[in-house]
């Protein structure tokens, strides 16, 4: 079992930035991680991906502004936002899962392991 514990949500004007951590207990060895955000009345989206050979990958909407990394030492994955707009306000979750040769990033249906959330809110 893998569990997931997220911070480092809150409040920030646009154009501001934020780092959301996502630190995980358990067997963690070759996970592939994400980041995915969830708007009031909108459905889950993946923002961001990373494989266990470090690779990453984003969505359109983020990629120059947001940047995803891990802590190997830390168990820890980190989304650090930047030029952050008031059309990335929702709740961030970040999610787990043992990695296949199939292993995409996005899809919310390709993860076993999921955080609680923290929400961010942008304003203008």
């Known amino acids: 079992q893998v569990q997931l514990v997220e911070s480092g949500g809150g409040s920030v004007q646009a154009g501001g930035s934020l780092r959301l951590s996502c630190a995980a207990f358990?067997?963690?060895?070759?996970?592939?991680m994400g980041w995915f955000r969830q708007a009031p009345e909108k459905e889950r989206e993946g923002v961001a991906a990373i494989d266990s050979d470090g690779k990453t990958s984003y969505v359109d909407s983020v990629k120059g502004r947001f940047t995803i990394s891990q802590d190997n030492a830390k168990n820890t994955l980190y989304l650090q936002m930047a030029s952050l707009k008031p059309e990335d306000t929702a709740m961030y979750y970040c999610?787990?899962?043992?990695?296949?040769?199939?292993?995409?990033?996005?899809?919310?249906?390709?993860?076993?392991?999921w955080g609680q959330g923290t929400h961010v809110t942008v304003s203008s």
């Open positions: 999610a787990a899962v043992y990695c296949t040769r199939d292993y995409a990033g996005f899809s919310e249906y390709e993860y076993d392991y």
């Open positions: 358990g067997y963690t060895y070759n996970m592939c």
